[in-house]
Nanobody
Framework: QVQLVESGGGLMQAGGSLTLSCAASGSISVYTMGWYRQAPGKQREVVATVRSGGSTNYAASVKGRFTISRDNAKNMVYLQMNSLKPEDTAVYYC?????????????WGQGTQVTVSS
């Protein structure tokens, strides 16, 4: 089992930058890691993912502004957020997922609040 703890959220003005960190309690090397977010009254949505091999995917709304990265040696995942917009305001969650045979292992952190003021 993997426990995930997010940090780095806060209040930021539009146009600013923020880096979120996700610390895992165990090895993440075989997991696809991702950042998701949920704004008030909306469903949780994927922001960015990075596969075990390093390939990344981004939501269209953050492409070019956000960068996801991972450090398997430190069991850490990061989300660098630049040019923040008020619509980026949400609780951001770290996720680790992997499939093994017929099983899926899916872990979530508790989330960190990001608020962007205009």
């Amino acid at each position: 089992q993997v426990q995930l703890v997010e940090s780095g959220g806060g209040l930021m003005q539009a146009g600013g930058s923020l880096t979120l960190s996700c610390a895992a309690s165990g090895s993440i090397s075989v997991y696809t890691m991702g950042w998701y977010r949920q704004a008030p009254g909306k469903q949780r949505e994927v922001v960015a993912t990075v596969r075990s091999g390093g390939s990344t995917n981004y939501a269209a709304s953050v492409k070019g502004r956000f960068t996801i990265s991972r450090d398997n040696a430190k069991n850490m995942v990061y989300l660098q957020m630049n040019s923040l917009k008020p619509e980026d305001t949400a609780v951001y969650y770290c996720n680790a997922v992997r499939s093994f045979l017929s099983y899926e292992f899916d872990y979530w952190g508790q989330g960190t609040q990001v608020t962007v003021s205009s």
